[in-house]
Structures are given as structure tokens and as C-alpha cells.
């Protein structure tokens, strides 16, 4: 009796309630499993995204900065929308086969090169093209493309030509040929004299034109920078599947001690829109638009005066930037989302399992308070005590 007990199987209530038990472990472990996988699969998706937008914000925070170094800052940014897609630098919007729809702003800015200085004769003949020739037999060390910005200032700065090259100039050459890149400043006009008169050789220098902006390439957004405004320019790739890139541009305010403008509304700011800063944008009737016809504040404009405080590029004193990156695979999870309005650009793509990521931030320029010359005067070389100003600051 005890051993045929101690032989006994296991009840069918047993084996249910342990099959049952088991089975509950196991669809545990397994929804853990899936669950694990799902958040791996997730975070892998948004990883590129995220990364795309960090080093996007990243390159802008240190790029940014360098707008209207060494230069009069009227020509720091420039607004034309000549040669842009759809002549438009607000709000580009792009379709991109099997990927989507894009919308793009334009970011153009100038810098100078701090590594390179020159003196030289630019001809005064007042038509393009001008031949410049470089003085003392100094050649530009460096090969320079067509396209490339060349500025010409008198000793002081107050004077210059901005010109881009017509042609390659290889490393040893000492001459070169300018097209003209801004209307002002032509050298054949009588304040700018000095631009032919060997008894004042003006300064010669590089300028870097950065124009960043949405471009599509083998079949994906790029946020891209062009290392020039040619349309031959090189560019290089800085995110990949951009949704939409933005800018704004917040101005000098009148303090309210200011005895010319206190109680002014900010130039950069529609009454009512509710948006502060958005100079640039084509949306004129809501937002402000830049004006090429406003007054251009000078050096020797008073600190607290009226043209420091309107819609001028010459008073532009921090850049906003916004960027929407999406995910180059959809979310395993299935979860929908879609693209927020960025400043004044409204989703452009529908509802979708695609992973987004949404930067803003805002890039001080310091360059654009300048207020001296940015090429100090060319000192006596043979007065005593006088020094003199080889390198032009």
C-alpha cells in the first residue's frame, strides 16, 4: 500500500496548475524579453536622429559666432533670395521621393579670414571686372576658387570693395580678377580713392561666405553648409533626414533710459504675433521682414540713435535656430507622432510611426557690436613712438 502510494503520478489538478504557473513565468519572461527589445530597437532608432540634431546645433553654436568678424556688420548677413529654390528664404518647402516633404530656411552669413592679409592695388576704372595686384611681389600663398569672397579696405575701413574672384588663382599668384559681390563700395567712386593711390595701399582679405540650409541628396534632408555662395560651391553635410531647419533674428532694443527711442516697440516684433524675434521671414503682414531701405547705422552713428534700433541687418545682435530631425527607420513600437510647428513653419509631413527630435537654441554674435573700424588706420612707419600697424587688427 505505501509503495504503490510512493509510485504515484502527479494529479491532473497538479499538472493544470503547473502547466498554468509555467506557462504564466514564461509569458513574463517573454513580454520582458520583447518589452527589453522593443526600448533597444526604440532607442536605436532615435540614436541617429538625436545624434543628427546634437551635432547640427552643435556646428551652429560654433559657427554661428564668427558672423561679422572683421567686418562692418551691415554686411554681416545677407537677406537676397537671388539664386535661392523658389527665391524664397523663409519656409522652402521640398518633396523627397519615398521620404517626405522638408521645409527649410536660409542662414547666410560673412566672416573674415583671421589668417590672411595682403596689401594691394585694385583699379579704378569703376566696371567690373577689377584686377586686383598684390604689392610687394606677395603672392596669396593658398589656391583660392572661383566664387571666393575677396575684400579690399582702405586703411581704416571705413571704405572697402567687396569682390569674389572670376576665376581660379593658383597658390603662387599675385593677381586676380573681381566681379562685384555688393553694390556698395565700387572702386572707381571718389571716396574710395585710395583703393588705386599707391600712397595708401588698402588691405587685402579672404572672407568666408557660409550659407546653410535643407538640401536633398540621394534621396534624404540634408542640413548642409556651402563654404561659399557661388553655385559651384563645396558644401559639406552636417544632419541627415532634417524635417526643418529655422531662423530668426532678434535685434538691438532701445533701453528704456534711451533719450531718442524709449517706449518704441521692438523692431523685430509684429503687435499681437506674439513672436518677438523673426526678422528675415517672408510673412510680412504677420512678421517683420528684413528691409533693405531702412537707414544703415555707421560708426559714427551715436550709440542711442534711432538707426541702431530698427530693422537693419547692421543690428542684428543673436540668431534663433530650430531643428526638427526624424528617424531613418520607423518606431518597432508603432507609436505615432508628428512634428511640432517650429517658430513660423507648420508640420509639413502627416502623422507617422517615425521617431522626431526637436532642437532650439539661440547663438549670440558678438562680432555685431563692434564699434571701431575693423581695419585701424596705417600708422607713420618713420615718426618716432609712432607704431605702425602692419597686420591692419
Known amino acids: 500500500m505505501s509503495r504503490a502510494h510512493a509510485r504515484r503520478g502527479f494529479t491532473l489538478i497538479e499538472l493544470l496548475v503547473g502547466i ?32 543628427g540634431s546634437r551635432v547640427g546645433t552643435d556646428y551652429l553654436n560654433r559657427t554661428l559666432r564668427y558672423a561679422g568678424y572683421g567686418l562692418d556688420p ?29 521645409v527649410t530656411d536660409d542662414l547666410a552669413f560673412r566672416y573674415r579670414d583671421p589668417m590672411f592679409l595682403r596689401q594691394g592695388q585694385l583699379d579704378g576704372t569703376g566696371t567690373p571686372p577689377f584686377q586686383l595686384t598684390l604689392d610687394s611681389a606677395a603672392t596669396f600663398g593658398q589656391p583660392l576658387r572661383q566664387g ?7 586703411p581704416g575701413g571705413q571704405d572697402y570693395f567687396l569682390g ?45 561666405e557660409k550659407r546653410l540650409r ?16 557661388a553655385d559651384n560651391a563645396d558644401f559639406d553635410p552636417i544632419a541627415a533626414d532634417v524635417e526643418s531647419f529655422q531662423v530668426s533674428y532678434q535685434m538691438n532694443r532701445p533701453p528704456a533710459n534711451s533719450a ?47 538707426h541702431r534700433y530698427n530693422m537693419n541687418p547692421a543690428n542684428i545682435r543673436s540668431v534663433g535656430v530650430g531643428l526638427t530631425v526624424r ?7 508603432g507609436q505615432k507622432n508628428q512634428a511640432r510647428r517650429l517658430f513660423n513653419a507648420e508640420p509639413v509631413n502627416p502623422e507617422d510611426t517615425f521617431f522626431r527630435t526637436t532642437v532650439e537654441t539661440s547663438v549670440r554674435i558678438p562680432n555685431m ?7 585701424p588706420e596705417l600708422r607713420a612707419a618713420g615718426v618716432a613712438g609712432d607704431l605702425k600697424n602692419v597686420w591692419g587688427g
Open 20 to 51: 498554468t504557473v509555467s506557462s504564466v513565468v514564461l509569458l513574463a519572461v517573454a513580454g520582458t524579453i520583447i518589452a527589453v527589445n522593443n526600448i533597444f530597437q526604440n532607442n536605436t532608432v532615435s540614436k541617429t536622429a538625436v545624434e
Open 74 to 102: 551691415a554686411i554681416a548677413f545677407d537677406f537676397d533670395t537671388a539664386g535661392l529654390p523658389g527665391a524664397r528664404k523663409d519656409n522652402y518647402t521640398e518633396e523627397v521621393e519615398d521620404w517626405g516633404t522638408f
Open 148 to 154: 571666393q569672397a575677396v575684400l579690399v579696405a582702405c
Open 164 to 208: 569674389r574672384l572670376t576665376a581660379d588663382v593658383p597658390a603662387d599668384g599675385t593677381t586676380a580678377t573681381l566681379d562685384t559681390a555688393l553694390a556698395a563700395g565700387l572702386p572707381g567712386d571718389v571716396p574710395r580713392a585710395c583703393m588705386s593711390d599707391a600712397g595708401r595701399v588698402p588691405f587685402v582679405m579672404l572672407v568666408h
Open 214 to 229: 535643407v538640401e536633398a541628396h540621394g534621396g534624404r534632408p540634408y542640413l548642409v553648409v556651402k563654404h561659399g555662395w
Open 260 to 306: 531718442c527711442c524709449a517706449g518704441l516697440p521692438a523692431p523685430d516684433g509684429a503687435v499681437g504675433s506674439g513672436m518677438a524675434w523673426v526678422l528675415g521671414d517672408e510673412d510680412s503682414v504677420v512678421l517683420p521682414k528684413s528691409d533693405a531701405d531702412v537707414p544703415t547705422p555707421t560708426y559714427s552713428t551715436p550709440y542711442d540713435h534711432e
Open 327 to 333: 528617424s531613418v527607420r520607423q518606431l518597432p513600437s
Open 369 to 375: 557690436t563692434s564699434r571701431a573700424f575693423f581695419i
